[in-house]
T-cell receptor, first 117, second 114 residues
Framework: AQTVTQSQPEMSVQEAETVTLSCTYD???????LFWYKQPPSRQMILVIR??????QNATENRFSVNFQKAAKSFSLKISDSQLGDAAMYFC??????????????FGTGTRLTIIP | KAGVTQTPRYLIKTRGQQVTLSCSPI?????VSWYQQTPGQGLQFLFE???????NKGNFPGRFSGRQFSNSRSEMNVSTLELGDSALYLC?????????????FGPGTRLTVT
């Protein structure tokens, strides 16, 4: 069974600084997707960034980027120039490709990120 | 496009009762997944429906069931409610096609069982 581990329950960062959230996962599959989701206090889960396992290039979305280490099964999220609006719970998630008929996301336990003004 | 909508947003029920939650996916999306979120267990997958068929199921007791209608709207039902069923129930929709890999979440239904 696939598992996702986030070892940092809470993190804090000064506004405008950079922070990295860690995620490791366990799978025997070679093809899969990895995601970072953000859940602000309003509770709406929002996709931040995604990574396809077959792609060697790390995904980036504006101030958000990932460090994907497939052999190490590590998938960290870097947030640059942190803003107050980045304060939220961040979840790392894993999913097999849809051609397996599987939309199931396996989530980590989350990291609560606090931004210090 | 309108996002994923869930009704009701808040619900209070008594132990032993049953409850039905509704999820309307983004227009054109055929897959709807349900998740339970609790402080103790985190986010856990309940089940997924695609074109009115349950395609995948999580490890929950039979009291949890769901269905999907021809317009892709989905309902989940919990019978004989227990205190431990208090949670935020999230649904997510996606096109559900083989090339798809992104899910969009609704705001959730907060269920409190007393």
């Amino acid at each position: 069974a696939q598992t996702v581990t986030q070892s940092q329950p809470e993190m804090s960062v000064q506004e405008a600084e950079t922070v990295t959230l860690s995620c490791t996962y366990d799978t025997s599959e070679s093809d899969y997707y990895l995601f970072w989701y953000k859940q602000p206090p309003s509770r709406q889960m929002i996709l931040v960034i995604r990574q396809e396992a077959y792609k060697q290039q790390n995904a980036t979305e504006n101030r958000f980027s990932v460090n994907f280490q497939k052999a190490a099964k590590s998938f960290s999220l870097k947030i640059s120039d942190s803003q107050l609006g980045d304060a939220a719970m961040y979840f790392c998630a894993y999913r097999l490709p849809s051609n397996f008929g599987n939309e199931k996301l396996t989530f980590g336990t989350g990291t609560r990120l606090t931004i210090i003004p | 496009k309108a996002g994923v909508t869930q009704t009701p947003r808040y619900l209070i029920k008594t132990r032993g009762q049953q409850v039905t939650l509704s999820c309307s996916p983004i227009s054109g999306h055929r897959s709807v997944s349900w998740y339970q979120q609790t402080p103790g267990q985190g986010l856990q997958f309940l089940f997924e429906y695609f074109s009115e068929t349950q395609r995948n199921k999580g490890n929950f007791p039979g009291r949890f069931s769901g269905r999907q209608f021809s317009n892709s709207r989905s309902e989940m039902n919990v019978s004989t409610l227990e205190l431990g069923d208090s949670a935020l129930y999230l649904c997510a929709s996606s096109p559900g096609l083989y090339s798809s890999y992104e899910q969009y979440f609704g705001p959730g239904t907060r269920l409190t069982v007393t």
